[in-house]
């Protein structure tokens, strides 16, 4: 069956003056317009087309390229506001996108910038925008952690500096004396967890130093440790020359990377060194 607000790959079933109809599975037949079909293209065959309903909800398929699909959150720009509907926004395709006043968070105006989610209206199955991210983001960061290295898009200010999404699912903060100069909404920037708070909220950071230092050594202590089987033999005790040696950081970069290994149940310390909680039968 056809997805509404994604990309589909449907069989041609005819040809009319109007253009190609296609399978559209349950949703019956879906129209694809003239000026989208390409020459030579044969019923039986299949085409790749976007799916959206039309101002009259019918059901079209498209060659065009829209900005996101649903479930992705995108930049986009307003192009109108209608005073009993809300703003239209400029994704791409012929048709605008919606973007309902309920669907609003604070007043938008004409030629601005907002980060919106895209989604489909459960009342009418219609693509629409939403600056309500929330819906389209996952509730904690499990996967992420102190250190990491993450792709940020700018959303917008707040009392304690600017919201930003984290790789597309979640939600940070980069506080005032983290922001980039002079930041605006969809601006992407490289960045790093600073801190994954206990309700799982994520503090965010653009200084590469310490943070990507605690995932490089992260990394190959577990590296180490799988080659050792499970066993290294540094631990808090090991002497400072050792450890610039091997590791090449200070041992208090190395004491802390283990800290961190420990909280997050992937060591535990013994007399001799470390071992790999899974090896270490815990």
């Known amino acids: 069956m056809a997805e509404i607000g994604r990309y589909n790959s449907l069989r041609v079933l005819r040809s009319t003056p109007q253009g190609l109809y296609l399978d559209g599975g349950d949703h019956g037949d879906i129209l694809m317009p003239g000026r989208y079909v390409a ?41 109108s506001i209608h005073p009993q509907v809300g703003a239209f926004l400029d994704w791409g395709l012929a048709k605008d996108l919606l973007l ?82 002079d930041p605006e909404p969809g601006q992407t920037l490289r960045g790093y967890v600073r801190q994954v708070r206990p309700d799982g909220k994520l503090d965010l950071t653009l200084n590469a130093d310490r943070g990507a230092r605690v995932v490089s050594l992260t990394s190959r202590i577990l590296d180490a440790l799988a080659e050792g089987q499970g066993f290294l ?5 090991t002497s400072p020359e050792a450890i610039r040696a091997t590791f090449g950081v200070s041992k208090k970069v190395f004491k802390q990377t283990l800290g961190s290994l420990y909280k997050e149940r992937k060591i535990r310390m013994v007399p001799e060194g470390i071992r790999r909680l899974d090896e270490a039968g815990d």
């Open 100 to 181: 309902p006043f309920r669907e609003q968070s604070g007043k938008v105006a004409v030629g601005q910038s907002i980060v919106v989610g895209i989604c489909l209206d459960p009342k009418s199955d219609r693509i629409m925008a939403t600056t309500r991210l929330n819906r389209l983001l996952k509730p904690t960061p499990h996967h992420l952690r102190r250190g990491q290295s993450v792709r940020l898009m700018m959303i917008g200010p707040c009392p304690l500096g600017w919201n930003a999404l984290v790789n597309q699912t979640h939600l940070g903060l980069l506080y005032v004396d983290e922001l980039p100069p």
């Open 233 to 237: 033999p540094f631990n808090d005790r």
């Open 39 to 79: 020459q030579k293209t044969e019923e039986g065959s299949e085409v790749t087309v976007f799916v959206y309903r039309d101002s009259e909800d019918r059901l079209v398929a498209t060659t065009e390229t829209p900005t996101a699909l649903v479930g992705e959150i995108a930049c986009l720009k307003v192009k």
